[in-house]
């Protein structure tokens, strides 16, 4: 049996997009953990299972390094949706200035 990937308690701001049919749909909401497969997030907006989804995470200084901010962006699918907290499984990621947001995004 596979072990469970560790998560982190990383509460960060997140920002999204998600593509429900010819509509983008923008949102913001707020980290609860991070694990190098998932994410889980707090947002106000309903989001679907099975939806495409992009993520950038504000990363602020320290996280990763001492002198420069990043943003984590993802690019996954939602697994779920709970009064709220959405789950995200990662298919891709990367590591950018914090200056690159959703609009260079992972090809969503």
């Keep these: 049996m596979q072990s469970r990937p560790v998560r982190y308690e990383i509460q960060r701001p997140v920002e999204f997009r998600v593509r429900i049919g010819a509509k983008m749909v923008q949102g913001s909401g707020r980290t609860v953990n991070i694990s190098r497969n998932g994410i889980l997030f707090k947002t ?3 989001l679907r299972v099975g939806d495409k989804i992009d993520c ?3 990363m602020g200084p320290g996280l990763i390094d001492a002198q420069e901010t990043v943003n984590l962006q993802v690019q996954g699918i939602t697994l779920r949706n709970n009064d709220g ?3 995200v499984v990662i ?3 990367r590591i950018r200035p914090t200056h690159s947001g959703l609009d260079d995004g992972l090809g969503l």
Excluded: G, L, Q, R
């Design 44 to 46: 106000d907006e309903a």
């Design 85 to 87: 907290s959405v789950a």
């Design 56 to 58: 950038v995470i504000a």
């Design 91 to 93: 298919k891709k990621h």
